[in-house]
C-alpha cells in the first residue's frame, strides 16, 4: 500500500466521549503520547500535512479524540494527550477511563503508535498505555521523537536505554524526528501494514 493513503487524510470528527466516535468498522491506527512529546508534529509529518492535527497547549480542549478519514474504511485517530502541569483530578479520571474503554473496546483499532521524547524517560501514563495495549494484544510502534536534538551518538544510547526499560517485549521502537524526518519510511512502512492487514491486503 502507497504512502499517499496517508497524505489523504482529512479531518473527519472530534469525539469527546467514546460513544461520539464514527462507527467501529474498517481499520484504524491510533496516536498518543505525551503533551508537547510532538503527537501533533508526527501526525502532520505522516500525512505529509502541515496542520492536519493541531497542537493545543491548553489542557480542556485535549480531551478530545480526534478522527481522520483515509478513505471509506481507514482513519487515524489523534487520542488525548497527557501530563499537562495542572490538570484537575476530574480530567485526569476522565482521560483515564476514555483512554481505557478505547483500548478495549474499539475493535477496528490495528495498532498503536506512542509518541515520546527521545530526551525523556517513559512516565506513568506511558507504562499504563503501554500496560493496556499488551493486555489486549495491541501491536505498538515507539517513537522516540526529537531524535535531532541529540548527536547521533547520544540518539542511539537513548534507544538502547529505553529499550532495555522496556524489557523488549517484542515492540518496535525507533528514532524519529518529526523536524528531519528522519525515521519516516520505517514509521510509514509499519501504520501502512497495519491499516492493509484487516483488508487482507498486506
Ligand atoms: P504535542 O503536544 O505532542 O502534539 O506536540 P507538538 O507536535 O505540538 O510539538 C511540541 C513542540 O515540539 C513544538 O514546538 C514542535 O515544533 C516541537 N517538535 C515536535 N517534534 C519535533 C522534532 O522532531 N524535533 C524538534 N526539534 N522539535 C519538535
Not at 488525548?80 to 490538570?87: I, S
Not at 506512542?114 to 493486555?135: F, K, N, S, T, Y
Amino acid at each position: 500500500m502507497s504512502k499517499n493513503l496517508l497524505r489523504q487524510a482529512q479531518f473527519l470528527l472530534s469525539a469527546h466521549r467514546l460513544d461520539q466516535s464514527p462507527a467501529d468498522s474498517g481499520v484504524e491506527v491510533a496516536f498518543v503520547g505525551r503533551s508537547n512529546a510532538g503527537k501533533s508534529s508526527v501526525i502532520n509529518t505522516l500525512t505529509g500535512r502541515r496542520n492536519l492535527a493541531r497542537t493545543s497547549k491548553t489542557p480542556g480542549r485535549t480531551q478530545q479524540i480526534n478522527y481522520f478519514s483515509l478513505d471509506e474504511r481507514r482513519r487515524l485517530v489523534d487520542l488525548p494527550g497527557y501530563g499537562f502541569a495542572r490538570v484537575p483530578p476530574s480530567m485526569k479520571t476522565h482521560w483515564f477511563k476514555t483512554i481505557n474503554a478505547y483500548f478495549e473496546r474499539r475493535r477496528s483499532l490495528a495498532g498503536l503508535v506512542l509518541i515520546m521524547d527521545v530526551r525523556r524517560d517513559p512516565g506513568e501514563e506511558d507504562l499504563q498505555i503501554l500496560e493496556w495495549c499488551r493486555a489486549v494484544d495491541l501491536p505498538v510502534l515507539i517513537l522516540l521523537n526529537k531524535a535531532d536534538k541529540l548527536s547521533y551518538g547520544a540518539a542511539r544510547q537513548r534507544l538502547l536505554a529505553v529499550q532495555a526499560g522496556l524489557a523488549g517485549d517484542g515492540r518496535s521502537l525507533q528514532l524519529f524526528s518529526a523536524k528531519t524526518r528522519a525515521g519516516l519510511d520505517e514509521a510509514a512502512g509499519i501504520v501502512l501494514d497495519w491499516l492493509a492487514v484487516e483488508n487482507g491486503e498486506a
